[in-house]
T-cell receptor, first 112, second 115 residues
């Protein structure tokens, strides 16, 4: 069964901490994405990557960075966590020019 | 820029009945793809149905079907014979066919199913 795995289901971090959210896919997909999901706002794209070491900003990249050193892994980094980054974070992957994404189960991050 | 609008934050339906979720979008492109995703309480997003804009025929997947009105930029989802397991958040999404694989999502509709 193909999978996108997010390392943590729930995470609580303190303001100012550096936070790593990890995402691993086992489908050899070129594309990987990080979205943030908030009530009433839907899913908003933070960053995406078309290939190893490639990254592009999405709609809300401020306060975030990403790393893709290997094809199967795409990390989202909060350099200095703030309370307004409390949210659900969803990772997804897809082959190029494919119809849809495969999503992970999400990480609910709380910054206190 | 493309946008996707879901104007119904919440909907409810009785088991075995039919419900329609609305979605409109804005684009200047002629070739694109539209999707409906389901997010149950488990949080796992699941692709329900997809539609290619160049196809006039409405997509159907078992109890799920769409009403795609390209001129009106409307893409509604009809769920027939609703089941308790259909209770979830439903997201409409758009993808251009040109040189990008990004999905643009609407704000979602929470569907409740009552026995």
């Amino acid at each position: 069964d193909v999978k996108v795995t997010q390392s943590s289901r729930y995470l609580v971090k303190r303001t100012g901490e550096k936070v790593f959210l990890e995402c691993v896919q086992d489908m050899d997909h070129e594309n990987m994405f990080w979205y943030r999901q908030d009530p009433g706002l839907g899913l908003r794209l933070i960053y995406f990557s078309y290939d190893v070491k490639m990254k592009e900003k999405g709609d809300i990249p401020e306060g975030y960075s990403v790393s893709r050193e290997k094809k199967e892994r795409f990390s989202l980094i909060l350099e200095s966590a703030s309370t307004n980054q409390t949210s659900m974070y969803l990772c997804a992957s897809s082959p190029p020019r494919d119809y849809g994404y495969t999503f992970g189960s999400g990480t609910r991050l709380t910054v206190v | 820029a493309q946008t996707v609008t879901q104007s119904q934050p919440e909907m409810s339906v009785q088991e075995a009945e039919t419900v329609t979720l609305s979605c409109t979008y804005d684009t200047s492109e002629s070739d694109y793809y539209l999707f409906w995703y389901k997010q149950p309480p488990s949080r796992q997003m699941i692709l329900v149905i997809r539609q290619e804009a160049y196809k006039q025929q409405n997509a159907t997947e078992n109890r799920f079907s769409v009403n795609f009105q390209k001129a009106a930029k409307s893409f509604s989802l009809k769920i027939s014979d609703s089941q308790l397991g259909d209770a979830a958040m439903y997201f409409c999404a758009y993808r251009t066919s040109y040189n990008t694989d990004k999905l643009i999502f609407g704000t979602g509709t929470r569907l409740q199913v009552f026995p």
